[in-house]
Nanobody
Framework: VQLQASGGGLVQPGGSLRLSCAAS????????IGWFRQAPGKEREGISY????????YYADSVKGRFTISRDNAKNTVYLQMNSLEPEDTAVYYC????????????????????WGQGTLVTVSS
């Protein structure tokens, strides 16, 4: 099980980025996927989740209305579209999954995920 996060970079406040989480060795459509981020000196924060079967999504309050998670099963990829970016969004972003079902109320908890991508850096600055 391998995940590869990509799409990070430097963007000005108010700008947009789309992160990708690509899978190798397994079919992403069969697994719950979470996006997390970690800023320097801060704990890893759950920001979004999409369920394996019915595509239920959750968002942290800090990104609700600005970020959108989606799947493209044909490309075996999950995306995180990030709009209206703010300097506070600066962090390393990770996608993660687990072989077991991740219960909805615990989607935000990093300890529920066993498999992590390597992270992609997003810097929001003018």
């Amino acid at each position: 099980v391998q995940l590869q996060a990509s799409g990070g970079g430097l963007v000005q406040p108010g700008g947009s980025l789309r992160l990708s989480c690509a899978a190798s060795g397994f079919t992403l459509a069969y697994y719950d996927i979470g996006w997390f981020r970690q800023a320097p000196g801060k704990e890893r924060e759950g920001i979004s989740y999409i369920s394996r079967s019915d595509g239920i999504t959750y968002y942290a309050d800090s990104v609700k209305g600005r970020f959108t998670i989606s799947r493209d099963n044909a490309k075996n990829t999950v995306y995180l579209q990030m709009n209206s970016l703010e300097p506070e969004d600066t962090a390393v972003y990770y996608c993660a999954t687990d072989l077991d079902v991740i219960e909805g109320p615990l989607w935000w908890n990093p300890s529920r995920y066993d498999y992590w991508g390597q992270g992609t850096l997003v810097t929001v600055s003018s």
